[in-house]
Nanobody, 118 residues
């Protein structure tokens, strides 16, 4: 199983920017996918964005298009989530996931807290 470690979360003010990172280690297949999910207190887990790590193809939730950008660093096996113009509604625990398809994620990170104050 792929091991995932998120970092970059913290407490910021509305309008600030933040970049989350997810470092992957362990065995991976030649073609694999990574994604970001988030979960706010009292809400269900929400898909944010995903990337085919081999090709760079991306998919986004409609609610985050424009402000959040997913990217990868092939050399270091790291996935990023650039978050701009943060809003209080972005407050959540953000999780990194990995798998062999766009919606079949079997590996998960521990999560990193993002808190946006007004």
């Amino acid at each position: 199983q792929v091991q995932l470690v998120e970092s970059g979360g913290g407490l910021v003010q509305a309008g600030d920017s933040l970049r989350l990172s997810c470092a992957a280690s362990g065995r991976t297949f030649g073609d694999y996918f990574m994604a970001w999910f988030r979960q706010a207190p009292g809400k269900e887990r929400e898909f944010v964005a995903a990337i085919n790590f081999s090709t760079g193809s991306t998919r986004y939730a409609n609610s985050v298009k424009g402000r959040l950008t997913i990217s990868r660093d092939n050399a270091k096996t790291i996935m990023y989530l650039q978050m701009n113009s943060l809003k209080p509604e972005d407050t959540a625990v953000y999780y990194c996931a990995a798998g062999r398809g766009w919606s079949n994620f079997g590996s998960w990170g521990q999560g990193t807290q993002v808190t946006v104050s007004s």
